[in-house]
């Protein structure tokens, strides 16, 4: 287009070429004829592209140095024939060849200005000022070189949650990578990493399949990855890390079994890796496949394997999300209905001890009855607490407590009361639900640990912290060592509910009284 328009251009003004016009007409000629040529061999060839990508850009440096000084005025082409090198070089490979070529144009301009230098048509002038232009522009295009880049490409997950495993993620992965180039069929082929099967989904015309091949695909330490194939006529492109173009037969860089395996014909293909697995993106039916595609193959095996990872992620966070469920509903159960369960079971074995003494039982069995009825009711609340997201007041949770504390004395023998200090606060449901577990857990351990019979309960809100203290008359808790070791050992349910909800625990344990002091955050709590 540019060797036809300046054809015409001068055609149209008689004035130009000012200078040899017979010798300027028949070189444009033969450049225009050459440009055809090219166009034609490399539209859909993306091999000739790459391999005539060089001895063109020479001929194009060649058409500057011989045209500048044929023109002079408005149709001189000085600018456009000059940056036609220049941008090729930029795009095609990267500033070290786009310096190159600057400095060889600059060369070449001064050169052939210093050969008519003296002649009637030179304007010293217009020299010097065009060869400050070159220098500039040249500065300005290598900079380009240096800083251009591909736009990242990246996946975009609408729904994480309704990815149902690592094949869902290996098809997602594969359908977006055949979305961004246009191919018409591909695979992403994953295998763990040291193990020898790569599978993955396959996608040819439209229909999802899968693929699996036992052997690698490419030997990248032979030649390089992303690469440009076709199986055909046995040819393979990919570029250096200094953009660098390499060349080699396909058949030297394929395992020749697996590609056959795979039906390969022509494509791209490129390196998956994640923290552990790795694999191929092997894109098919691209519509003008060119060696630009290289850089895109890179940009997408990065982008799969983020999405890979992204959902290795999301699925580690969701089994992480139903173990900590799976461990406070066991939590909850144990120290809740287990807890009860076994008070009940002591009341039973005092009322069968009783009957068989003779003594009346009807009243403490409609006792255990009742006992029964709120424990129900208890469960229900805990619940319907579950599925509702509110805060309580402190007082509404004290009443709770002192309720709870009822029924465990009455359930455990024991004398169990509840105090409340500290200013009026909310308090998370969670919180609540884990106080109340926390009162049940502790009433039981003083009671069949350490055969206490008075338990006092003390509550306290201060700084975004919620004080739970409970002091009991039993003989405490075993030493971790022999004697004169001070330290007790934690109860473990206990400790690891506290832990949960990221608050501190302290016990002091001494026969005839065991303190245990627990922290609760009221905010950033745990779920």
């Known amino acids: 287009m540019l060797a036809a328009l300046f054809l015409l251009?001068?055609?149209?003004d008689r004035s130009q070429p000012s200078r040899a016009p017979t010798e300027t007409y028949g070189f444009l000629s033969a450049y225009l004829a050459f440009a055809v040529l090219m166009a034609v061999a490399t539209w859909r060839n993306w091999w000739l592209d790459a391999r005539l990508a060089a001895p063109a850009h020479f001929v194009d440096m060649a058409v500057f140095t011989l045209i500048v000084f044929s023109t002079n005025g408005y149709t001189s082409p000085f600018f456009l024939f000059f940056m036609l090198p220049l941008l090729s070089a930029a795009i095609r490979w990267g500033w070290r060849e786009t310096l190159a070529t600057a400095v060889a144009l600059v060369?070449?301009?001064?050169?052939?200005?210093?050969?008519v230098a003296g002649s009637e048509t030179f304007e010293l002038r217009r020299f010097i000022v065009r060869s400050g232009h070159l220098v500039i522009l040249s500065a300005l295009l290598i900079w380009f070189g240096i800083h251009q880049g591909l736009v990242g490409l990246s996946f975009r997950i609408d729904n994480p949650d309704g990815l149902g495993g690592d094949s869902d993620a290996l098809r997602l992965a594969l359908q977006e990578s055949m979305a961004a180039t246009g191919a018409g069929s591909g695979m992403l082929l994953m295998r763990i990493s040291g193990a020898d099967r790569f599978t993955g989904p396959k996608i040819p015309a439209g229909e999802t399949g899968s693929a699996a091949i036992d052997r690698p695909l490419v030997r990248p330490e032979a030649f390089g990855i992303p690469l440009l194939f076709d199986c055909i006529r046995n040819r393979a492109l990919t570029v250096s890390s200094r953009r660098l173009r390499r060349f080699a037969r396909a058949a030297s860089v394929l395992d020749q079994a697996a590609a056959a395996e795979l039906a390969l014909?022509?494509?791209?293909?490129?390196?998956?890796?994640t923290g552990m697995a790795e694999g191929w993106l092997v894109l098919q039916d691209i519509p003008d496949l060119s060696a630009d595609y290289i850089e895109v193959g890179r940009e997408l095996g990065r982008a799969a394997g983020a999405l890979l990872e992204r959902s290795a992620l999301f699925a580690a966070t969701q089994e992480g999300a139903a173990a900590r469920t799976r461990l406070a509903l066991a939590r909850d159960v144990h120290d809740s209905i287990v807890q009860f369960l076994a008070g009940a079971a002591?009341?039973?074995?005092?009322?069968?001890?009783?009957?068989?003494?003779?003594?009346?039982?009807?009243?403490?069995?409609?006792?255990?009855?009742?006992?029964?009825?709120?424990?129900q009711r208890d469960i229900r609340g805990f619940v319907s607490a579950?599925?509702?997201?509110r805060e309580l007041d402190l007082a509404e949770a004290v009443e709770e407590l002192r309720s709870l504390a009822a029924r465990l004395s009455q359930q455990w023998s024991v004398d169990c009361r509840?105090?409340?200090?500290?200013?009026?606060?909310?308090i998370p449901i969670r919180v609540h639900l884990d106080?109340?577990?926390?009162?049940r857990e502790a009433v039981a351990n003083a009671v069949r640990h350490g055969q206490a019979n008075r338990i006092a309960i003390r509550l306290s809100a201060a700084n975004d912290q919620?004080?739970?203290?409970?002091t009991d008359n039993g003989t405490g808790f075993a030493r971790a060592g022999g004697d004169g070791d001070e330290r007790s050992i934690q109860p473990w349910s206990l400790k690891e509910r506290v832990d949960r909800a990221n608050g501190t625990l302290m016990l002091v344990s001494n026969p005839g009284r065991t303190s245990i002091s627990i922290s609760l955050p009221l905010t950033g709590v745990a779920a």
Do not use: C, F, H
């Not at 251009?9 to 149209?12: D, E, G, K, T, V």
């Not at 060369?107 to 050969?115: D, P, S």
């Not at 579950?386 to 997201?389: A, G, I, K, S």
């Not at 106080?435 to 009162?439: A, E, K, S």
């Open 466 to 470: 919620l004080q739970l203290e409970v």
């Open 9 to 12: 251009a001068i055609w149209l």
């Open 418 to 426: 509840v105090d409340a200090t500290g200013r009026m606060v909310p």
């Open 107 to 115: 060369l070449l301009y001064l050169t052939a200005g210093l050969l």
């Open 265 to 273: 014909n022509k494509g791209l293909i490129a390196e998956v890796r």
């Open 346 to 375: 002591i009341r039973i074995e005092a009322i069968a001890r009783a009957a068989r003494s003779g003594a009346q039982v009807d009243s403490d069995l409609q006792e255990l009855k009742r006992l029964i009825g709120e424990e």
């Open 435 to 439: 106080l109340q577990q926390l009162l």
């Open 386 to 389: 579950l599925r509702r997201d």
